[in-house]
């Protein structure tokens, strides 16, 4: 398993809200929904991103954008565009000045806009809790990134439109999924791209020394690993692998190696009934102090009170 696949592998939506807006211009919808991770893709039309501190940013028919963390933003038919809709958490709009009249809401899906032949055309999903999706991905990306529909595996987004347009049971474990698969092919695209600035673990997996000891130390989180170890494994000297993974990661092995286990064991305070004690062995630590005190270093608080919060 690489480094992508494991940090996907613990993104899992959860009740993602789900819209369709259908409007003509000018329309802008005013997004407060505090939400960690959001995925838009439109069907029909053209649009800006706004957000605060960032360019304007265009998106063009079935181009993807993920926007990440919970700030306010603006997608509009231009960039000067006052919004006529204002979402809020859960997907409760609140109509603004110069509003469609008609609303809807059915399953996991809410719809905006009167005509169905509208202009414009946007399908949206969000995740509601930021521990569906992993702190460590969630840094890798910029607020606002759009991937050209060319790129994007088009099927995966002509899924949702289907879905979405039957009233069946399931519906929402089905939107779930897409969002899902939507969010991995966009990433796989958007990473492919020079400008994404990828994060050093996605470039070093192709480095034959890096990429295998980030694949070891994702395989084996638990293994009381050492960069001696490690070196032994990967057929290089200490040094040369130290300098080779802090040079292309940006971070030394055992460094990359506490982070990951910390955040797998964030996972499993949130998602299980785990003792800390059990925690702590599955992901590598001798005891349940032991992996307190890294947990306290890295996080700033204590698994129990990780535990409590989620």
């Excluded at 609303?103 to 806009?113: D, K, M, N, Q």
């Amino acid at each position: 398993m690489d480094v992508l696949d494991d940090l996907l592998a613990g993104t899992r939506a959860r009740g993602g809200v789900f819209n369709l807006t259908i409007l003509d211009p000018p329309w802008g919808l005013h997004i407060v929904d505090e939400a960690p991770l959001a995925l838009a893709t439109l069907v029909r039309g053209s649009a800006w991103i706004i957000r605060d501190g960032q360019p304007p940013v265009r998106m063009e028919e079935r181009d993807v954008a993920v926007l990440t963390g919970p700030e306010p933003y603006v997608v509009a038919d231009q960039p000067d565009t006052e919004p006529n809709l204002r979402i809020h958490p859960g997907g409760i709009c609140e109509p603004l000045p110069g509003a469609p009249i008609d609303y809807s809401a059915r399953l996991g899906v809410r719809t905006y806009g009167a005509r169905p032949d509208g202009e414009a055309m946007a399908v949206s999903g969000t995740y509601q809790l930021e521990g569906d999706v992993s702190r460590r991905l969630l840094t890798a990306l910029p607020p606002v990134l759009v991937v050209p529909a060319a790129e994007v595996a088009g099927h995966v987004m002509d899924m949702v439109m289907g879905e979405i347009q039957r009233d069946e049971p399931g519906q929402q474990s089905v939107l779930d999924r897409w969002l899902d698969l939507a969010l991995i092919t966009t990433l796989r695209a958007w990473f492919a791209r020079p400008e994404s600035h990828a994060p050093g673990w996605y470039q070093a997996q192709s480095d034959p020394v890096v990429g295998l000891a980030l694949r070891l130390l994702h395989e084996e989180p638990a293994h009381p690993w050492s960069v001696v170890e490690l070196a032994d494994r990967t057929g290089v000297s200490r040094a040369s692998l130290a300098r080779r993974f802090s040079g292309l990661v940006g971070e030394a092995p055992m460094a990359y190696l506490t982070g990951w286990r910390i955040a797998l064991a964030a996972d499993l305070l949130r998602e299980t009934t785990d003792t800390v004690e059990s925690i702590a062995r599955k992901v590598g630590y001798a005891n349940a102090f032991a992996l307190s005190v890294a947990f306290k270093r890295v996080r700033g608080t204590s698994p129990t009170a990780h535990r409590r919060a989620a």
